[in-house]
C-alpha cells in the first residue's frame, strides 16, 4: 500500500467532534498538526452513527511507500495521546500509525452507554472498517487497550501481522486476588466518586511514572476529563474487569485470552514492572499463550511506560528486526533475527562478511556434559567441593557429591520441577550450592542465579525479573522470598521447624528431596537423558555497576564452552584444586572436574577476604590456583603482616592466581606476587556475556609498558588486558568526535573505539531484554561490549574505560584510565576517577579523588576541593587539561566487585557540585 492509497482509504473527517467541548488534540505538547482527526462511523450493532477520535500520521506519509498500520489501543484513564511519541517515530520509519479514542473517552463521542469488552472489540472493528485499514496491522495495546486489540486481532487474522503489548493482561484466576489498586477502586464504597465523581483515579495513575510528568504532559492527559460526564467511561471500563466467573465480560475475556494462544504472528511484550496492576505473574500468562513473544522489561518502569522509556523506538527496532513490512504479513518472522543475534539457519556472519568462530560447540558440550561430569569423577578420591566459614570445614567428596546430585535430581522431578522451569537459587556457596545448581542442570532445569552482591533491592529485581518457578534458598532467602513476595514455590536448603516453614511458605527441604531421590532410585526409577547442548542453562546476572543488573541466558553448550576456555587457558581441570573467592569460578571448577574451596568470608563483600583466609583456604586442598577479585586482594595486602609462617608457606605454594572484575594496576600485582611468590599472576577480561575474553600475566604487563615508552604502534593509554583467549576475535568501532561508535569495525592498531568481541561461549542473549540483545548483537554473531579501548601492533587489547565515561571535549574525545593511572602516581592519591561535566563536545575534565590518610590528615572526611598544593599535582600529572579537582571520602563502587568506580554517578554529583551545589557525598 502507498502513502497515497492509504490516504484515499481513509474515512471522511467532520467538523463536530462530538466529544468533550475541548476540540481537537492539535497544540498539545508532542502532537503534530494534522494528526488530530474525526471519523464518523456507522455501527450496525450500536446506536447508527458514532463520532470517533484518532490520533493519525497518514499526513506525514504522503507520497511515500507505507509499509503497514500500527493500530494503537489505549487502556483506562489514558487516551490516544498515550502514542505521540509512536507516532513520531513510525512516521520516521515509514509506519502509518493510528491511535484511537475509545466511544466516551479520550475526545470520543459520549453517549452515556455502557459498553462491555465485547462492544469495544465490535466498535473498533467497525473503525477499522470505515477507516479501510487493510493489513498488515500490527496490534500494539496497554492496560484494557492490550485486550480490546487482541480481539481486534483475532477477528481479523487475514489482515494481521504482529501483536505488541504492554503492561496488560488477558486472564486472571479466580483464585487470586486482582491488585489492590483495581479492588480499591472496584469497590462499591470507593468507585463512583473515586473513578467519575472525582478525577481521583485518574490523578493516581497519573502520579505513577518515576520520575514525575512534567506540568504540561500531565495537564494534557487530564484535558478529556475534566468533568463527571468526561469522566463516565472511565467508571465503566473499572467496572467491566471481569474480577469474578459470573461477570457479564468474563465469557468475552475467557474467549479471547483462549484464542490468543493460536496467534502466531510475531508478537513483542513490553514489560513495567514498577506496575501496581498489571504485575508479574499476568506476564507470566501472556509468555504461556504467546511463547514465541520477544520480551523487554524495562526495569526502571512502570504502568505508564510510555512515559520513562522508549517505548516507540523499541516498536520501531523490533519491527525492522522482526522484517514485517506490506507485502510480507504475518508469516515474516520465520526468517527474523533470534535473540541470539544469529539467522534462523544459525549462520552469523563477521563485520567483513566472514564466517565467525561457532558460538556453541556442541562436540565439546557432549564430550563433557555441565552435569555428566560429576559421574565421571564418581571413583574419585578426595574432597570435590569445600567449603570454610565460621572456623569450621564443610567438605564433600566426588563419590558423595555424584550421589547427592543425582539423587536430587530425581527429587526435584518428583517434586514437580520440570525441564525448561526456572529455579533461582539463593544459597551460600558451598556443598548445597553445588548439589542444587548440578542438579537442575542434570534435569534440564534452568538456574537463576543472582548473588548476594547485588543487594537486597538489586537481588529482588534481579528473581522478579527471571521470573522462576521454584526457589531454592538458605533461611534468610526464604525470609525474604516471603517478605518481598519473590515468585516460585519454595525449597528450603536446611530443615525447618513446621511452625517457620509454615510462615515462610516453604515446601520440602534439599535433605527431604534427596531422601525421595534415594527411595526412588532404589525403587527403579532413572534420569532422563541430559538436555543437549540447545537446551537453555542458566541465567546469570551482571554487577548491576552499570544500571540494573541484566540476565544473561547461557544454554548447555555455552557453558561448557565458558569451562572449556577456561581449561584450555589456565590448564583448570581434573588435576586441579582452585581457591574461588567468587561463587561463580567454584562452580566452573567443578564442572571440569577440578577441586575448588571457598574461602572463609562474606561473599557479599569481596573485600572481607583477609590474607589469613586466604591462606587457610589454600591448605585445606593444597591450592595450586587461586581466584580473587581486585578490592579482595587489596585486603589481603593490608592484613597480611598479620600472617603465620605456615599461612606463608601454603600461599608460597601457589602456581596461578588470577583476578578479574575491574581493571588492575601492575603495581597491585606486583605486591600481591610478593606473598605468593611462586605464582604466576593473571589478570583475565571479560565480563557476564563472555568470559574469559582475554588473558594477561605481570610480565605480559610489563612487556607492554615498556613497548609504550618504545613507540610500538597502539601500546599505552589505557589498562593492557592481554591476547584473545583460544577461540575469541575482537575488533574495535571506532568513535566518532562525540564520543558516540559510528565507524565500521577494524582490528588497526591504535584505533579507539567500543569493543566488539564473539566467541564459542559468548551469551546465548540477555534475559527477556529484547532491545538491549538487540543491540548488543550489532553485528549479528558479536557482542558490543560497552567498554572503550584499542588495540597495539602485537594484538593486545588496551582497555581505556566504559563507552557512557568517554568525555567529548572541545578538543576531541578523551577516555579516563590512563588519564586516572596518571594521577594514582601522585604521592598522597589512593584512587582516581576522571568524570566529563557539561554538555558533550565542550565537556570539562573532573579528577575525583580519594586520598591515603597516611599522607592526607583530612581523607576520609567529608567531600571538599583537593587543597590548592595537592590540585596542582594532579594537574601536572594527569597531561590534560583538567577544571576542577575534588576529594571524597570513598569513590562509589559497584555493589558485587567492590571493584568498579561508579564514573556516572560521580559525573553526576560533581556537575551538581560545580553548579554550586551542596557538597554532599557522591
Same mark, same amino acid.
Given at each position: 500500500?502507498?502513502?497515497?492509497?492509504?490516504?484515499?482509504?481513509?474515512?471522511?473527517?467532520?467538523?463536530?467532534?462530538?466529544?468533550?467541548?475541548?476540540?481537537? !488534540?492539535?497544540?498539545?505538547?508532542?502532537?503534530?498538526?494534522?494528526?488530530?482527526?474525526?471519523?464518523?462511523?456507522?455501527?450496525?450493532?450500536?446506536?447508527?452513527?458514532?463520532?470517533?477520535?484518532?490520533?493519525?500520521?497518514?499526513?506525514?506519509?504522503?507520497?511515500?511507500?507505507?509499509? *503497514?498500520?500500527?493500530?494503537?489501543?489505549?487502556?483506562?484513564? +489514558?487516551?490516544?495521546?498515550? %502514542?505521540?511519541?509512536?507516532?513520531?517515530?513510525?512516521?520516521?520509519?515509514?509506519?502509518?500509525?493510528?491511535?484511537?479514542?475509545?466511544?466516551?473517552?479520550?475526545?470520543?463521542?459520549?453517549?452515556?452507554?455502557?459498553?462491555?469488552?465485547?462492544?469495544?472489540?465490535?466498535?473498533?472493528?467497525?473503525? +477499522?472498517?470505515?477507516?479501510?485499514?487493510?493489513?498488515?496491522?500490527?496490534?500494539?495495546?496497554?492496560?484494557?487497550?492490550?485486550?480490546?486489540?487482541?480481539?481486534?486481532?483475532?477477528?481479523?487474522?487475514?489482515?494481521?501481522?504482529?501483536?505488541?503489548?504492554?503492561?496488560?493482561?488477558?486472564?486472571?484466576?479466580?483464585?487470586?486476588?486482582?491488585?489492590?489498586?483495581?479492588?480499591?477502586?472496584?469497590?462499591?464504597?470507593?468507585?463512583?466518586?473515586? #473513578?467519575?465523581?472525582?478525577?481521583?483515579?485518574?490523578?493516581?495513575?497519573?502520579?505513577?511514572?518515576?520520575?514525575?510528568?512534567?506540568?504540561?504532559?500531565?495537564?494534557?492527559?487530564?484535558?478529556?476529563?475534566?468533568?463527571?460526564?468526561?469522566?463516565?467511561?472511565?467508571?465503566?471500563?473499572?467496572?467491566?474487569?471481569?474480577?469474578?466467573?459470573?461477570?457479564?465480560?468474563?465469557?468475552?475475556?475467557?474467549?479471547?485470552?483462549?484464542?490468543?494462544?493460536?496467534?502466531?504472528?510475531? !508478537?513483542?511484550?513490553?514489560?513495567?514492572?514498577?506496575?501496581?496492576?498489571?504485575?508479574?505473574?499476568?506476564?507470566?500468562?501472556?509468555?504461556?499463550?504467546?511463547?514465541?513473544?520477544?520480551?523487554?522489561?524495562?526495569?526502571?518502569?512502570?504502568?505508564?511506560?510510555?512515559?520513562?522509556?522508549?517505548?516507540?523506538?523499541?516498536?520501531?527496532? %523490533?519491527?525492522?528486526?522482526?522484517?514485517?513490512?506490506?507485502?510480507?504479513?504475518?508469516?515474516?518472522?520465520?526468517?527474523?533475527?533470534?535473540? &541470539?543475534?544469529?539467522?534462523?539457519?544459525?549462520?552469523?556472519?563477521?563485520?567483513?562478511?566472514?564466517?565467525?568462530?561457532?558460538?556453541?560447540?556442541?562436540?565439546?558440550?557432549?564430550?563433557?556434559?555441565?552435569?555428566?561430569?560429576?559421574?565421571?569423577?564418581?571413583?574419585?578420591?578426595?574432597?570435590?567441593?569445600?567449603?570454610?566459614?565460621?572456623?569450621?570445614?564443610?567438605?564433600?567428596?566426588?563419590?558423595?557429591?555424584?550421589?547427592?546430585?543425582?539423587?536430587?535430581?530425581?527429587?526435584?522431578?518428583?517434586?514437580?520441577?520440570?525441564?525448561?522451569?526456572?529455579?533461582?537459587?539463593?544459597?551460600?556457596?558451598?556443598?548445597?550450592?553445588?548439589?542444587?545448581?548440578?542438579?537442575?542442570?542434570?534435569?534440564?532445569?534452568?538456574?537463576?542465579?543472582?548473588?548476594?552482591?547485588?543487594?537486597?533491592?538489586?537481588?529482588?529485581?534481579?528473581?522478579?525479573?527471571?521470573?522462576?518457578?521454584?526457589?531454592?534458598?538458605?533461611?534468610?532467602?526464604?525470609?525474604?522470598?516471603?517478605?518481598?513476595? %519473590?515468585?516460585?514455590?519454595?525449597?528450603?536448603?536446611?530443615?525447618?521447624?513446621?511452625?517457620?516453614?509454615?510462615?515462610?511458605?516453604?515446601?520440602?527441604?534439599?535433605?527431604?528431596?534427596? *531422601?525421595?531421590?534415594?527411595?526412588?532410585?532404589?525403587?527403579?526409577?532413572?534420569?532422563?537423558?541430559?538436555?543437549?547442548?540447545?537446551?537453555?542453562?542458566?541465567?546469570?546476572?551482571?554487577?548491576?555497576?552499570?544500571?540494573?543488573?541484566?540476565?544473561?541466558?547461557?544454554?548447555?553448550?555455552?557453558?561448557?564452552?565458558?569451562?572449556?576456555?577456561?581449561?584450555?587457558?589456565?590448564?583448570?581441570?581434573?588435576?586441579?584444586?582452585?581457591?574461588?573467592?567468587?561463587?561463580?569460578?567454584?562452580?566452573?571448577? #567443578?564442572?571440569?572436574?577440578?577441586?575448588?574451596?571457598?574461602?572463609?568470608?562474606?561473599?557479599?563483600?569481596?573485600?572481607?577476604?583477609?590474607?589469613?583466609?586466604?591462606?587457610?583456604?589454600?591448605?585445606?586442598?593444597?591450592?595450586?590456583?587461586?581466584?580473587?577479585?581486585?578490592?579482595?586482594?587489596?585486603?589481603?595486602?593490608?592484613?597480611?603482616?598479620?600472617?603465620? /609462617?605456615?599461612?606463608?608457606?601454603?600461599?608460597?605454594?601457589?602456581?596461578?592466581?588470577?583476578?578479574?572484575?575491574?581493571?588492575?594496576?601492575?603495581?597491585?600485582?606486583?605486591?600481591?606476587?610478593?606473598?605468593?611468590?611462586?605464582?604466576?599472576?593473571?589478570?583475565?577480561?571479560?565480563?557476564?556475556?563472555?568470559?574469559?575474553?582475554?588473558?594477561?600475566?605481570?610480565?605480559?604487563?610489563?612487556?607492554? &609498558?615498556?613497548?609504550?615508552?618504545?613507540?610500538?604502534?597502539?601500546?599505552?593509554?589505557?589498562?593492557?588486558?592481554?591476547?584473545?583467549?583460544?577461540?575469541?576475535?575482537?575488533?574495535?568501532?571506532?568513535?566518532?568526535?562525540?564520543?558516540?561508535?559510528?565507524?565500521?569495525?577494524?582490528?588497526?592498531?591504535?584505533?579507539?573505539?567500543?569493543?566488539?568481541? +564473539?566467541?564459542?561461549?559468548?551469551?546465548?542473549?540477555?534475559?527477556?531484554?529484547?532491545?538491549?540483545? /538487540?543491540?548488543? !548483537?550489532?553485528?549479528?554473531?558479536?557482542?558490543?561490549?560497552?567498554?572503550?579501548?584499542?588495540?597495539?601492533?602485537?594484538?593486545?587489547?588496551?582497555?581505556?574505560?566504559?563507552?557512557?565515561?568517554?568525555?567529548?571535549?572541545?578538543?576531541?574525545?578523551?577516555?579516563?584510565?590512563?588519564?586516572?593511572?596518571?594521577?594514582?602516581?601522585?604521592?598522597?592519591?589512593?584512587?582516581?576517577?576522571?568524570?566529563?561535566?557539561?554538555?558533550?563536545?565542550?565537556?570539562?575534565?573532573?579528577?575525583?579523588?580519594?586520598?591515603?590518610?597516611?599522607?592526607?590528615?583530612?581523607?576520609?572526611?567529608?567531600?571538599?576541593?583537593?587543597?590548592?598544593?595537592?590540585?596542582? &599535582?594532579?594537574?601536572?600529572?594527569?597531561?590534560?587539561?583538567?577544571?576542577?579537582?575534588?576529594?571524597?571520602?570513598?569513590?562509589?563502587?559497584?555493589?558485587?566487585?567492590?571493584?568498579?568506580?561508579?564514573?556516572?554517578?560521580?559525573?553526576?554529583?560533581?556537575?551538581?557540585?560545580?553548579?554550586?551545589?551542596?557538597?554532599?557525598?557522591?
Amino acid at each position: 500500500m502507498t502513502g497515497r492509497d492509504a490516504l484515499a482509504a481513509d474515512a471522511r473527517d467532520v467538523s463536530a467532534p462530538g466529544g468533550p467541548a475541548q476540540g481537537d !488534540a492539535a497544540g498539545l505538547p508532542g502532537v503534530r498538526p494534522g494528526w488530530s482527526r474525526y471519523v464518523t462511523v456507522h455501527d450496525d450493532g450500536g446506536d447508527g452513527d458514532v463520532r470517533w477520535h484518532v490520533l493519525d500520521n497518514a499526513g506525514d506519509l504522503a507520497g511515500r511507500d507505507v509499509r *503497514g498500520t500500527l493500530l494503537a489501543v489505549h487502556g483506562n484513564p +489514558t487516551w490516544s495521546y498515550l %502514542w505521540r511519541d509512536l507516532l513520531a517515530a513510525g512516521a520516521a520509519h515509514g509506519w502509518r500509525v493510528v491511535a484511537v479514542d475509545h466511544l466516551g473517552m479520550g475526545l470520543s463521542q459520549r453517549d452515556g452507554r455502557v459498553r462491555r469488552l465485547a462492544d469495544r472489540v465490535r466498535e473498533l472493528g467497525a473503525l +477499522t472498517d470505515t477507516l479501510g485499514l487493510t493489513g498488515p496491522v500490527v496490534t500494539v495495546g496497554h492496560d484494557w487497550g492490550g485486550v480490546i486489540s487482541l480481539g481486534w486481532a483475532l477477528e481479523h487474522r487475514d489482515r494481521l501481522a504482529g501483536v505488541v503489548l504492554t503492561n496488560t493482561a488477558v486472564h486472571h484466576d479466580d483464585a487470586t486476588e486482582i491488585p489492590g489498586l483495581l479492588r480499591l477502586a472496584g469497590h462499591p464504597a470507593v468507585h463512583g466518586w473515586a #473513578t467519575s465523581g472525582t478525577d481521583t483515579f485518574l490523578r493516581t495513575t497519573l502520579a505513577l511514572p518515576r520520575p514525575a510528568l512534567p506540568d504540561d504532559i500531565r495537564e494534557a492527559y487530564r484535558r478529556p476529563y475534566r468533568t463527571r460526564h468526561d469522566r463516565h467511561a472511565i467508571a465503566d471500563f473499572v467496572a467491566d474487569i471481569p474480577a469474578g466467573p459470573h461477570h457479564p465480560s468474563r465469557a468475552t475475556l475467557d474467549a479471547i485470552a483462549e484464542g490468543v494462544t493460536t496467534l502466531d504472528v510475531p !508478537a513483542l511484550i513490553m514489560w513495567g514492572p514498577r506496575d501496581p496492576v498489571f504485575q508479574g505473574r499476568y506476564l507470566r500468562d501472556l509468555l504461556r499463550r504467546l511463547p514465541q513473544a520477544d520480551v523487554h522489561r524495562f526495569e526502571r518502569a512502570g504502568h505508564l511506560l510510555h512515559e520513562e522509556a522508549d517505548v516507540a523506538g523499541t516498536v520501531v527496532a %523490533w519491527l525492522d528486526a522482526r522484517g514485517i513490512a506490506a507485502g510480507t504479513g504475518g508469516a515474516t518472522h520465520a526468517a527474523a533475527v533470534d535473540g &541470539a543475534g544469529e539467522t534462523s539457519d544459525g549462520a552469523a556472519e563477521a563485520p567483513d562478511g566472514g564466517p565467525t568462530p561457532a558460538v556453541s560447540d556442541p562436540a565439546a558440550a557432549e564430550r563433557l556434559p555441565l552435569a555428566g561430569v560429576l559421574e565421571a569423577q564418581r571413583h574419585r578420591s578426595g574432597p570435590a567441593v569445600v567449603a570454610l566459614r565460621d572456623g569450621r570445614v564443610e567438605e564433600l567428596g566426588w563419590a558423595d557429591l555424584a550421589t547427592r546430585v543425582e539423587r536430587l535430581a530425581v527429587g526435584l522431578l518428583d517434586a514437580g520441577v520440570r525441564p525448561g522451569q526456572r529455579v533461582s537459587l539463593l544459597v551460600t556457596p558451598g556443598v548445597d550450592l553445588t548439589t542444587a545448581l548440578f542438579a537442575c542442570l542434570r534435569i534440564g532445569a534452568v538456574v537463576v542465579v543472582a548473588d548476594q552482591g547485588l543487594g537486597l533491592a538489586g537481588m529482588s529485581r534481579a528473581v522478579r525479573g527471571a521470573d522462576p518457578s521454584h526457589l531454592i534458598g538458605i533461611d534468610r532467602a526464604l525470609v525474604a522470598a516471603r517478605a518481598m513476595g %519473590w515468585p516460585g514455590r519454595r525449597i528450603a536448603v536446611s530443615d525447618l521447624p513446621e511452625p517457620r516453614r509454615r510462615a515462610l511458605g516453604v515446601g520440602p527441604s534439599l535433605a527431604e528431596l534427596i *531422601g525421595r531421590g534415594a527411595h526412588l532410585l532404589a525403587s527403579g526409577t532413572t534420569l532422563p537423558p541430559e538436555p543437549g547442548p540447545d537446551a537453555e542453562a542458566a541465567v546469570l546476572f551482571t554487577s548491576g555497576s552499570t544500571g540494573p543488573a541484566k540476565g544473561v541466558l547461557y544454554t548447555h553448550g555455552r557453558l561448557a564452552a565458558m569451562r572449556d576456555a577456561l581449561g584450555a587457558t589456565y590448564g583448570i581441570g581434573p588435576s586441579s584444586a582452585l581457591v574461588a573467592g567468587f561463587a561463580p569460578f567454584a562452580l566452573l571448577a #567443578t564442572a571440569a572436574g577440578a577441586v575448588s574451596v571457598t574461602p572463609d568470608m562474606d561473599v557479599t563483600a569481596p573485600a572481607t577476604l583477609t590474607a589469613a583466609a586466604l591462606a587457610d583456604a589454600v591448605a585445606a586442598i593444597d591450592a595450586e590456583a587461586v581466584f580473587a577479585s581486585p578490592s579482595a586482594l587489596r585486603n589481603v595486602l593490608a592484613t597480611a603482616p598479620g600472617l603465620t /609462617a605456615d599461612q606463608r608457606t601454603a600461599l608460597g605454594g601457589v602456581e596461578l592466581f588470577l583476578s578479574a572484575g575491574a581493571p588492575i594496576p601492575p603495581e597491585l600485582l606486583a605486591r600481591v606476587a610478593e606473598i605468593m611468590p611462586g605464582a604466576s599472576a593473571h589478570t583475565p577480561y571479560g565480563m557476564t556475556e563472555v568470559l574469559p575474553l582475554t588473558d594477561v600475566d605481570l610480565d605480559e604487563i610489563r612487556a607492554a &609498558a615498556r613497548d609504550a615508552e618504545d613507540g610500538v604502534r597502539g601500546a599505552g593509554n589505557g589498562t593492557c588486558v592481554g591476547t584473545p583467549v583460544q577461540g575469541a576475535r575482537l575488533r574495535i568501532i571506532p568513535l566518532d568526535a562525540l564520543g558516540a561508535p559510528t565507524g565500521e569495525p577494524t582490528e588497526e592498531p591504535g584505533v579507539t573505539g567500543e569493543v566488539l568481541a +564473539t566467541a564459542p561461549h559468548l551469551k546465548e542473549r540477555y534475559d527477556r531484554l529484547w532491545a538491549t540483545q /538487540a543491540a548488543s !548483537a550489532d553485528p549479528p554473531g558479536w557482542h558490543r561490549t560497552g567498554d572503550v579501548g584499542h588495540l597495539d601492533a602485537r594484538g593486545r587489547l588496551w582497555i581505556e574505560g566504559r563507552l557512557a565515561h568517554v568525555i567529548a571535549t572541545a578538543d576531541g574525545v578523551l577516555t579516563p584510565v590512563a588519564v586516572e593511572h596518571r594521577v594514582e602516581q601522585v604521592h598522597g592519591v589512593r584512587r582516581a576517577a576522571v568524570v566529563g561535566v557539561g554538555p558533550a563536545g565542550t565537556q570539562q575534565v573532573v579528577v575525583v579523588l580519594e586520598t591515603d590518610p597516611a599522607v592526607d590528615p583530612s581523607s576520609g572526611r567529608r567531600p571538599a576541593l583537593a587543597t590548592p598544593g595537592l590540585t596542582r &599535582a594532579v594537574r601536572r600529572a594527569a597531561g590534560v587539561p583538567v577544571a576542577a579537582v575534588l576529594r571524597v571520602a570513598e569513590l562509589p563502587t559497584d555493589i558485587r566487585h567492590n571493584s568498579k568506580i561508579e564514573r556516572g554517578r560521580l559525573a553526576a554529583w560533581a556537575e551538581g557540585v560545580l553548579a554550586g551545589g551542596r557538597m554532599s557525598a557522591p
